[in-house]
């Protein structure tokens, strides 16, 4: 019996000898990899930023694979960090249950990492250790599940946050045109709102902000007697008509949409289309006060990305992939340049003769006569799209709904987040 016990610690040992020289960021690189495509990556990315979700998965890993050689838990001050991790998600309105699915996916895919990293001779010892490997991730993820439902619970009794549901809850009501009870007077009476109408709708977008910057920007915003909360990375919400912005205006970041005073009625489309525009403006690198008529082209598209798609596809499908790189390029400058050869020539710095050798091959490939108003226009719908779903001139993707889903008040994801703020 000793003899086995003895057999058993050491090929134990071994194991942990192999965990030992397994790097952490190599497992992180991997367990991204697979993570990256999903909707709880991307919204943990858009909120808290790609490097702090990077560094993230880099500290679960470097935790996790101390736990399992040395055979001791996170101590406190590695679960502050965590914590402290779990508040920032809750700052920015990401449910819970979407923050602990992002640590069971990473969980799933970290003991495969490992094995991957794993030289040949090593990984049938730790395909061996696979149930007691799976245990060790159990006993982390139920660590992670504890941390993250307290800080959840601390985060919800901060005054902005109970701020924050109070405007979202009453928000959702008028917009719903549900009658208003006794329970809504009370709450626009807290956070010192009118709820009589008329309103006036907002969307407003802080480029490179961290969560507690949105956070206290709606805080100031209903302060200022705005009905305020905070929407993914947007704050979102009500004015009266004479609300003041002049001192929200002065940061410089803020992109700020409104639409004229409204009742009830059509409260609700009036602020799908506000997010929708500020998806849009976000895009196209434009700060303070938007409005719709400066975008009216790319909302049009927007609206209807399928026949978006099909227009990209007419004109630049025939030049996606190969050696048409080049050609694609330059219809993209020729369109942006108002199809004017000369401006064409010189932002591409090319002969005019070059420049007319590519336009006849363009024309021959994409079928397209680049005289014809009408191919014109197909043209300059193309490349706004492009440039409104960052989506490279010439790809192959098909479809891109991510405007329709901004536009439904969904998640918009990363295609139109600010610069800073994309994974």
């Not at 309103?199 to 915003?221: K, Q």
């Amino acid at each position: 019996m000793t003899g086995r016990s003895e057999r058993a610690a050491a090929a134990a040992a071994a194991l942990r000898g192999v965990l030992e020289h397994v790097d952490a960021d190599a497992v992180a690189q991997r367990v991204e990899s697979v993570l990256r495509h999903t909707p709880e990556y991307v919204r943990s990315a858009r909120d808290c930023g790609t490097s702090a979700l990077r560094a993230s998965l880099r500290r679960n890993a470097g935790l996790l694979l101390h736990w399992m050689v040395r055979g001791t838990p996170p101590d406190s001050y590695a679960l502050s960090e965590l914590y402290e991790q779990a508040r920032e998600c809750a700052a920015t309105g990401q449910p819970l249950d979407s923050g602990l699915l992002l640590h069971h996916r990473a969980a799933g895919a970290f003991w495969d990492a490992v094995l991957g990293l794993a030289a040949e001779e090593e990984r049938g010892q730790l395909a061996d250790w696979t149930d007691q490997g799976r245990r060790h991730i159990d006993s982390y993820l139920d660590v992670v599940t504890r941390t993250f439902t307290q800080a959840y619970a601390d985060q919800a009794d901060l005054p902005s946050a109970q701020g924050d549901r109070r405007a979202r809850t009453l928000f959702d009501r008028l917009c719903a045109h549900l009658p208003l009870t006794v329970e809504d007077q009370e709450r626009a009476a807290r956070l010192g709102f009118d709820p009589t109408p008329p309103y006036v709708p907002f969307v407003a977008l802080l480029d490179r902000s961290a969560p507690a910057e949105r956070t206290e920007l709606a805080a100031r915003l209903r302060t200022a007697g705005a009905l305020a909360f905070v929407e993914d990375v947007r704050v979102t919400g009500l004015t009266g008509p004479a609300f003041d912005w002049s001192a929200f205006m002065a940061d410089r970041r803020l992109l700020l949409a409104q639409d004229p005073a409204t009742g009830r009625t059509g409260l609700q489309t009036a602020v799908d289309n506000l997010r929708l525009l500020i998806a849009v403006a976000s895009r196209s690198h434009r700060r303070g006060h938007v409005r719709a008529e400066d975008f009216l082209p790319q909302l049009l598209l927007a609206r209807s990305p399928e026949l978006a798609d099909a227009v990209t596809r007419r004109v630049f499908g025939p030049l996606a992939g190969g050696d048409h790189g080049e050609l694609a390029a330059t219809l993209a400058c020729l369109a942006e340049n108002q199809f004017d050869g000369a401006s064409t020539t010189a932002a591409l710095h090319l002969h005019r003769n070059t420049l007319l050798y590519r336009l006849k091959q363009i024309e021959k490939l994409t079928g397209l006569d680049l005289q014809r108003h009408g191919d014109r226009a197909l043209v300059w719908l193309a490349v706004i799209w492009a440039q409104v779903s960052s989506r490279p001139v010439g790809s192959r993707s098909a479809r891109n709904h991510r405007l329709s889903a901004a536009s439904n008040g969904a998640d918009p994801t990363g295609t139109f987040t600010s610069e800073s703020e994309q994974p």
